[in-house]
């Protein structure tokens, strides 16, 4: 309990800066205005397009925790909300998401069995201590976003405010730039990192990853990267995503790569590290 406190003091001092370390759920579950709930879901991760697998899962609701972490303000602040895993993974949703949607932190499931799911790979997959999930069955739109915004093994939950995207928008970006960052943010700062911010995956920074590639084969890297990368845990985009707008998403997240790492500009060390003083 003191630690939780300690947390919750250490993010007003600087908020976007300490993410709130989540406490065991039956800690979570003492704290005033945490209840727990029955939630079915269509599993994403465990469905198709032909199959569609329910599972009840014990949860609280997203909103209770938020608001008992970060006090009842924080839909206001116009931060994103930044679920972060064991693993480094990181889904980050803006506050109205939240308050649109119905989400939950999953920690059991409701039939007793473990609390995993099965991969691509037929191998079971942990999910605690904490499971995000989306009340997909009352809003059947989510069904459409499969499992993105579906973290598991979550630790950390923290608020990242806007401002703290700046070092990411290069000066004078295009219109189509803009826009290929907020697809860029949903669908590659989940597990990549640039200038620091974003998922702790891996440590290099994605421009220097990416610096050595031409554009046809940074193309096919979004779009399918390949079974070697996808084992080493790189999904291939989107697959609910298909024809034009597939090549849209993937048009405008070049724009935005193209905007912060120039085709033929040297590949520079100094992108290994966040920049001084942001």
């Known amino acids: 309990m003191h630690r939780l406190v300690i947390s919750c003091m250490l993010f007003l001092l600087a908020p ?6 989540l406490p065991a759920p039956a800690e979570l579950l003492k704290q005033p205005g945490v209840s727990g709930h029955y939630v079915t879901v269509v599993e994403p991760h465990q469905s198709d397009a032909t199959h569609q697998t329910h599972v009840t899962y014990l949860a609280v609701a997203a909103n209770q925790v938020l608001d008992h972490l970060f006090g009842r303000r924080w839909p206001s602040s116009g931060s994103d909300v930044v679920f972060t895993a064991a693993d480094g993974y990181q889904f980050a949703g803006g506050a109205e998401r939240f308050t649109h949607y119905k989400a939950y932190l999953a920690y059991a499931r409701a039939d007793g069995n473990a609390f995993t799911i099965v991969n691509s790979e037929g191998q079971p997959i942990e999910l605690g201590p904490y499971y995000l999930i989306w009340d997909n069955i009352e809003d059947t739109s989510l069904i459409r976003q499969g499992g993105y915004g579906w973290p598991y093994q979550v630790l950390q939950i923290d608020l990242r405010p806007a401002s703290a995207y700046l070092p990411l928008l290069p000066e004078s970006a295009s ?35 990416l610096c050595p590639l031409k554009e046809p084969e940074l193309r096919a890297l979004i779009d399918n990267p390949g079974d070697a990368l996808q084992k080493a845990g790189m999904p291939p985009l989107d697959k609910g995503l298909e024809g034009e707008g597939r090549k849209q998403t ?16 040297s590949c520079q060390s100094e992108y290994l590290h966040p920049p001084s003083g942001k």
């Open 175 to 209: 219109r189509q730039a803009l826009d290929g960052f907020v697809l860029f943010k949903e669908y590659c700062l989940i597990c990549h990192q640039m200038a620091g911010i974003g998922g702790q995956k891996l440590s290099t920074d994605l421009r220097q990853l």
């Open 16 to 21: 976007g800066l300490a993410a709130v370390e």
């Open 250 to 265: 993937i048009d405008l997240i070049m724009a935005y790569l193209r905007a912060v790492q120039p085709e033929g500009q």
